[in-house]
Nanobody
């Protein structure tokens, strides 16, 4: 069993930055692809970014490419999402996710964090 605990999100102005972190329990952290999904009100949960077990491969949704950076520290069992140049449309609940595939859909995610709210004001 893997437990994922996200850091607190927050409210930022458009153009600002925020870093999310997600700490994992267990000794198999590096076995999992780690990712971030988000869900805005009334919308489906979507994949934002993902990183392979050793960090050699990454995936970004087109909407965040060039603005968001995913990274991981396997020694600390932690994955990060650095979000820059934030836009109001980035407002959503962000979820940390563990899966076995880089391009995993939300149905394929093995473990979820509890979610953290990010709000971007215009």
């Amino acid at each position: 069993q893997v437990q994922l605990v996200e850091s607190r999100g927050g409210l930022v102005q458009a153009g600002g930055s925020l870093r999310l972190s997600c700490a994992s329990s267990g000794r198999t952290f590096s076995n999992y692809v780690m990712g971030w999904f988000r869900q805005a009100p009334g919308k489906d949960r979507e994949s934002v970014a993902a990183i392979s077990g050793r960090g050699s491969m990454t995936y970004y949704a087109d909407s965040v490419k060039g603005r968001f950076t995913i990274s991981r520290d396997n020694a600390k069992n932690t994955v990060y999402l650095q979000m820059n140049s934030l836009k109001p449309e980035d407002t959503a609940v962000y979820y940390c996710a563990a899966s076995v595939r880089l391009l995993a859909s939300k149905e394929e995610v093995n473990f979820w964090g509890q979610g953290t709210q990010v709000a971007v004001s215009s």
